[in-house]
């Protein structure tokens, strides 16, 4: 299993407490879940793989440095929606694949219903976007397709992570990295992270 990357950055953490609290109404919670994102993202990026490339400044030719591979965002949606929205910007020349899947309110099992995959998939470097690992069953659903579409070097990003989550996550797919903002306590009767911060997708998109 490799362990979490756990993002205690002050900021990220003051981002986090804010998008925790039933006073952060929605556009708010949008906006500091999207600095969050950003804060997750070049946490998850630090590894990534570069080759020089020599440009021409106003001044003198120099030499600098290039993204090695193509980058691939998956959200799972909806709810990794809100972190893609953020993320995007910072690396808008990536492709943005989708995975839907819902979540069966009554056995917590998850639903796959819809993927748009790219055939860059082999060659590139593939973030997988979901701000909640809770009873891990989308996760691992999502990397399992993403895997069997050819994907060789993924990682995870969610905002808030608990250990049942996290050991489900590294018993189906050990070779997956997770960064996160918090690993919570547990899951409550209804699998839903505690102390968490509620429906991400609800709260990001207001409905």
């Known amino acids: 299993m490799i362990p979490p990357v756990i993002v205690t950055h002050p900021l990220a953490q003051i981002h986090l407490t804010t998008i925790r609290s039933t006073d952060t109404p929605c556009g708010q919670f949008r906006w500091h879940l999207h600095r969050l994102a950003e804060i997750l993202f070049m946490e998850a990026t630090r590894g990534l793989g570069t080759e020089t490339v020599r440009i021409q400044t106003p001044l003198t030719e120099?030499?600098?440095?290039?993204?090695?591979?193509?980058?691939v965002l998956?959200?799972?949606?909806?709810?990794?929606?809100?972190?893609?929205?953020?993320?995007?910007?910072l690396v808008p020349e990536a492709t943005v694949a989708h995975v839907g899947i819902a979540r069966d309110e009554e056995t917590a099992l998850p639903v796959p219903y819809y993927a748009k995959l790219p055939a860059i998939l082999p060659e590139a470097d593939v973030f997988l976007l979901d701000p909640m690992l809770a009873t891990g069953g989308s996760a691992c659903s999502a990397v399992t397709q993403l895997k069997a579409a050819g994907a060789t070097r993924i990682t995870l990003i969610c905002v808030v992570s608990c250990p049942p989550g996290l050991q489900a996550f590294a018993d189906q797919h050990p070779d997956v990295?997770?960064?996160?903002?918090?690993?919570?306590?547990?899951?409550?009767?209804?699998c839903y992270i505690v102390p968490g911060l509620g429906d991400a997708g609800d709260r990001c998109f207001g409905t």
Not at 62 to 71: D, K, M, Q
Not at 74 to 89: C, F, T, Y
Not at 177 to 190: H, K, Q, Y
């Open 62 to 71: 120099t030499e600098g440095v290039a993204l090695a591979r193509p980058i």
């Open 177 to 190: 990295p997770v960064v996160t903002a918090a690993v919570d306590e547990g899951l409550n009767e209804r």
């Open 74 to 89: 998956v959200p799972i949606l909806r709810a990794g929606l809100g972190l893609q929205e953020a993320i995007l910007p």
